[in-house]
């Protein structure tokens, strides 16, 4: 998943890293993730939105893979997690099981509705050609709920 960037690179770098440093200014900078007294090898691109070490750290990437290598973090998802927190923001990354849960419960009881009350038209038929018609449709797996539900409309009537 990607994440829309609750900071950018150089306001994080300013507020979290080093506040003397502006990276809209000046791109390339001493890396302050190894020590680098001489180089400039921590580089920021504002056209590609990224960043880079070239030296010792040989990372660089988005400001979560910023934040991740600023504290430390295993993950990127930890890393997102932690950003949002520290910036007070909320975010998610990704659906809860539950809500999952309630929307495949949802589909799934649609689905077994449909096709219960397709099997109960065409037993109630006892038309041939509303069994073949009603095979195709459930040959398609999964099969098509707007499929199921012209079967239903076309065939009700005929059973009522």
Same mark, same amino acid.
């Given at each position: 998943m990607n994440y829309e960037a609750p900071i950018t690179i150089p306001e994080y770098f300013k507020t979290y890293v080093d506040p003397s440093v502006d990276l809209t200014v000046t791109h390339n900078v001493p890396c302050p993730f190894h020590n680098e007294q001489s180089g400039k090898s921590f580089t920021y691109s504002a056209d590609k939105n990224i960043w880079r070490c070239w030296g010792a750290c040989h990372f660089g990437g988005d400001v979560f893979a910023l934040h991740q290598l600023h504290y430390h973090l295993h993950t990127r998802e930890s890393a997102i997690k932690s950003l949002y927190k520290l910036l007070g923001k909320d975010y998610e990354l990704v659906p809860t099981f539950e809500k999952r849960a309630v929307h495949i419960d949802k589909t799934m009881v649609e689905r077994n509705t !449909? #096709?219960?009350?397709?099997?109960? *038209?065409?037993?109630? !038929?006892?038309? *041939?050609?509303?069994? *073949? $018609? !009603?095979?195709? *449709? !459930?040959?398609?797996?999964?099969?098509?709920?707007?499929? +199921?539900?012209? #079967? +239903?409309?076309?065939? $009700? @009537?005929? @059973?009522?």
């Open positions: !449909l #096709y219960a009350r397709a099997c109960e *038209i065409a037993n109630n !038929l006892k038309d *041939i050609d509303a069994y *073949i $018609e !009603l095979d195709y *449709i !459930l040959s398609k797996v999964p099969f098509d709920t707007d499929d +199921i539900k012209n #079967y +239903i409309q076309k065939y $009700e @009537v005929k @059973v009522s």
